[in-house]
């Protein structure tokens, strides 16, 4: 019903940056809270930052004043900007949306993930 394809991530050397988008098509009436995760080998998966439809935004604190999230809801579309990237930053990035899906007389939410890009951040 609703696809999220996350793009952007790539190798980088410490001090980088990078952007990942993260874009949701289907039977969408509205995006609510989205964000991203992260998960390294062998660790949990970790929220990064999420941000509500209202714009409202909520960091780590490993990643604050680094890391600034950001949304295009005419488009669907979730950012984030990663700047002085650090080796600890390396992860597999998943975003994540709650979804209220296009319904005739009720309201439905749900969740979704898209299927991970990879960061990498060494020199």
């Known amino acids: 019903q609703v696809q999220l394809v996350e793009s952007g991530g790539g190798l980088v050397q410490p001090g980088g940056s990078l952007r990942l988008s993260c874009a949701a098509s289907?039977?969408?009436?509205?995006?609510?809270?989205t964000g991203w995760y992260r998960q390294a080998p062998g660790k949990q998966r970790e929220l990064v930052t999420d941000?509500?439809?209202?714009?409202?935004?909520n960091y780590a604190d490993s990643v604050k004043g680094r890391f600034t999230i950001s949304r295009d809801n005419a488009k669907n579309t979730v950012y984030l900007q990663m700047n002085r990237l650090k080796p600890e930053d390396t992860a597999v990035y998943y975003c994540?949306?709650?979804?209220?899906?296009?319904?005739?007389?009720?309201?439905?939410?749900?969740?979704?993930w898209g299927q991970g890009t990879q960061v990498t951040v060494s020199s």
């Open positions: 289907g039977s969408i009436f509205s995006i609510d809270a």
């Open positions: 994540n949306a709650r979804v209220r899906l296009l319904r005739v007389g009720y309201r439905e939410f749900k969740d979704y």
């Open positions: 941000i509500t439809s209202g714009g409202i935004s």
